[in-house]
Every structure is written in structure tokens, then in C-alpha cells.
């Protein structure tokens, strides 16, 4: 799997926040993106993930265009963890890991013992597997990010 971007640009609020902006990463490769507040890191992450569209240039996937996949496609390629998280809803640990499955499901398919197993992995993965059952809305900071690592694991993303 490769992410490339070339001469990524948004604008947002009428500030052009990403003025052309290229890099490349291949499969298993881990790269940092560095500087300093509000130069552009989590406005390139989302124009790569699919939450805000580039006002110019190109994202490509494997070298097509992402907007040529379908959003449940791309779902199914890139996993994110997002840096906020925010549930108005009492999920438990275990629930917002399955979410990790729905780019996998259509609409009102049920979750299975395939899914079960690959959210049990996940969480033993990670060590949280004894705070499955337990909220998510009590768990520590540190806590709650370690549980949202594993919440692309079960989607078997390549990204």
C-alpha cells in the first residue's frame, strides 16, 4: 500500500492553510509529520483520510485517486485513530472497538463471532482486554487512547 499526495492545497476560513504539498510513504513505513502549531499536520491527515476534501492537488491510494474509491472502500483500506474522540452515548470499551468493523458490514448487519474474535484480539493486542465490558466514558485518558488504538485492528486495514 502507498499514500502519496501531490500538490495537496486547502483552504479553510479563507486561509490557505496546505499550499502544494507532496510526500510519499509505502507499505510499512512509518513516518512523522512534524512543525509547529496550526503549519497544517491535521488538515493534510484529513484530506488524506477523506474528512475534508484538497481544494487542489491529488491524494492517491495504491496511485489511483482517492477519489476515485468509494468512501466505503477507502474505509476499508484506511484505518484512523482520530486525536479527539467524542461519544455522547455510554459505549463500552468493546463497542467502540467493533466500530473498527463497519466499513466490513452493510447496513443493518449484525456483529458475528468472526467479529468477536478480531475485537478480542485487538483488545489483547493492546492489553485491554479486562476492560472490555467496562465504559468507555470512565476510563482514564491514557486508558481511553489505548483503547482506541485497537479500533482499526478489526477492520484489517493496509493503512
Not at 509505502?26 to 502549531?37: H, K, T
Not at 484506511?78 to 473498527?100: C, K, L, P, R, T
Not at 456483529?111 to 475485537?119: E, I, K, P, Y
Request: hydrophobic share 40%; proline share 4%; glycine share 12%.
Amino acid at each position: 500500500m502507498d499514500i502519496r499526495t501531490e500538490g495537496v492545497q486547502a483552504v479553510l476560513g479563507g486561509s490557505a492553510i496546505l499550499k502544494g504539498v507532496d510526500i510519499q510513504v509505502g507499505q510499512r513505513e512509518l513516518v512523522g509529520i512534524i512543525g509547529p502549531n496550526g503549519s497544517g499536520k491535521s488538515t493534510l491527515l484529513k484530506c488524506i483520510y477523506r474528512v475534508l476534501k484538497p481544494t487542489g492537488g491529488a491524494v492517491l491510494l495504491d496511485g489511483r485517486d482517492l477519489d476515485q474509491y468509494s468512501y466505503r472502500e477507502s474505509a476499508r483500506r484506511i484505518a484512523v485513530v482520530a486525536q479527539h474522540n467524542y461519544y455522547n452515548f455510554e459505549f463500552s470499551v468493546q463497542d467502540v472497538v467493533m466500530m473498527g468493523r463497519a466499513p466490513h458490514k452493510r447496513a443493518l448487519d449484525r456483529d458475528n463471532a468472526d467479529d468477536f474474535r478480531l475485537v478480542a484480539e485487538a483488545l489483547e493486542l493492546v492489553g485491554m482486554s479486562g476492560f472490555a465490558r467496562r465504559s468507555f466514558s470512565t476510563l482514564s485518558g491514557g486508558s481511553s487512547s489505548g483503547s482506541f488504538w485497537p479500533a482499526p485492528w478489526p477492520s484489517r486495514p493496509l493503512v
